[in-house]
């Protein structure tokens, strides 16, 4: 892909600098040369051809990413069967007052 919007751009880049040349070219005709027949469709065409890249790149962030969260899930609920290691206090420090009979 990228080696034909090279070529592309290079072949434009000739055409500018045979205008530029030109006895009856101007700098502004080539700068316009370059951009409209070089710079905006080698842009188009490589977005375009850039597509099915740029999906498969989201396609596995998004698995990487639920594949995170199933990990995270399953850590949760395998804790959670535990018992407390002492991170926390295991009840109340302060005992109920009863009543006497």
């Known amino acids: 892909m990228y080696l034909v919007i090279i ?3 290079y072949v434009v880049l000739m055409m500018s600098v045979a205008e ?3 006895t009856t070219g101007s700098v502004l005709g ?3 040369t370059f951009v409209l027949y070089g710079l905006l469709p080698a842009g188009l065409l490589a977005y375009i051809l ?3 890249g740029r999906r498969r790149a989201i396609k596995a962030r998004e698995a ?8 995270a899930r399953e850590n949760a ?3 959670s069967g535990e018992p407390d290691t002492g991170r926390e206090a295991a009840a109340d420090p302060v005992s109920p007052v009863r009543k006497e009979p």
Not at 64 to 71: L, N, S, T
């Open 30 to 32: 080539a700068v316009v």
């Open 7 to 9: 070529g592309w751009l």
């Open 50 to 52: 850039g597509t099915p």
């Open 64 to 71: 990487a990413e639920a594949a995170e969260a199933q990990r």
């Open 77 to 79: 609920t395998a804790r």
């Open 20 to 22: 530029a040349t030109n």
